[in-house]
C-alpha cells in the first residue's frame, strides 16, 4: 500500500441479531491484526428489503470515507464471518459498491460495475452511535433512492439531453 492511497484501513461490518455473540470475537480480531482502523458497524433496524449488500452500501454512505482510504468489509452469514479483499473506496464507487442482494461480504467484485448497487439505495434512517474514537454502530432503514436513480422518473418526464 503506498503512492497516492492513504494506508488507513476502515472495515465496515454488516450484521443482524445472531451475530450478535460473536461479534465480540470478531472485533478483537481486528483490533489485534490492525489496532489503528476504524470500524463501522452496520445493521438494519426492522426488515432488510434488500440483503447484506446493501447494508454494507449503506455502512460506506454513512462512514464518509475518503476516496484514497483503503476498506475490507465482513458480514455475518449462514453462522460464519465473511471477508472481502481490501480494496481503495475510490475502485469500490466505481464499480457501485455490492450487489444490493448480495448475502456475503465476500461477494465484493471491483472489477466489473454492478447493476443494482451503492448508487441505487440510501440509508433514509440512521441511529448512530459512537463506541469510541475509533468505533461507531449504525442501525439503519435502507430504501431505494428515488431521487437520483433516474429509473424512477416516468418516461414521459425524462429528458434525454
Given at each position: 500500500?503506498?503512492?497516492?492511497?492513504?494506508?488507513?484501513?476502515?472495515?465496515?461490518?454488516?450484521?443482524?441479531?445472531?451475530?450478535?455473540?460473536?461479534?465480540?470475537?470478531?472485533?478483537?480480531?481486528?483490533?489485534?491484526?490492525?489496532?489503528?482502523?476504524?470500524i463501522f458497524f452496520v445493521e438494519h433496524s426492522g426488515?432488510?428489503?434488500?440483503?447484506?449488500?446493501?447494508?454494507?452500501?449503506?455502512?460506506?454512505?454513512?462512514?464518509?470515507?475518503?476516496?484514497?482510504?483503503?476498506?475490507?468489509?465482513?458480514?455475518?452469514?449462514?453462522?460464519?464471518?465473511?471477508?472481502?479483499?481490501?480494496?481503495?473506496?475510490?475502485?469500490?464507487?466505481?464499480?457501485?459498491?455490492?450487489?444490493?442482494?448480495?448475502?456475503s461480504a465476500s461477494e465484493l467484485?471491483?472489477?466489473?460495475?454492478?447493476?443494482?448497487?451503492?448508487?441505487?439505495?440510501?440509508?433514509?434512517?440512521?441511529?448512530?452511535?459512537?463506541?469510541?474514537?475509533?468505533?461507531?454502530?449504525?442501525?439503519?432503514?435502507?430504501?431505494?433512492?428515488?431521487?437520483?436513480?433516474?429509473?424512477?422518473?416516468?418516461?414521459?418526464?425524462?429528458?434525454?439531453?
Open positions: 500500500m503506498s503512492g497516492q492511497y492513504n494506508e488507513m484501513l476502515n472495515i465496515v461490518v454488516a450484521f443482524d441479531k445472531n451475530a450478535h455473540t460473536s461479534i465480540r470475537m470478531l472485533t478483537q480480531a481486528i483490533m489485534d491484526a490492525v489496532p489503528n482502523a476504524y426488515v432488510n428489503p434488500f440483503n447484506t449488500g446493501a447494508l454494507l452500501n449503506a455502512g460506506v454512505h454513512l462512514a464518509g470515507l475518503s476516496t484514497h482510504h483503503y476498506v475490507n468489509f465482513f458480514s455475518f452469514t449462514d453462522g460464519k464471518w465473511s471477508m472481502s479483499k481490501n480494496t481503495i473506496v475510490e475502485h469500490f464507487l466505481q464499480a457501485n459498491g455490492y450487489e444490493n442482494n448480495a448475502s467484485d471491483c472489477s466489473r460495475r454492478t447493476v443494482d448497487g451503492y448508487f441505487d439505495i440510501f440509508p433514509v434512517q440512521s441511529k448512530d452511535k459512537t463506541l469510541n474514537n475509533k468505533w461507531f454502530h449504525y442501525s439503519v432503514q435502507i430504501e431505494r433512492d428515488k431521487v437520483l436513480n433516474v429509473e424512477f422518473i416516468p418516461p414521459e418526464l425524462n429528458i434525454h439531453l
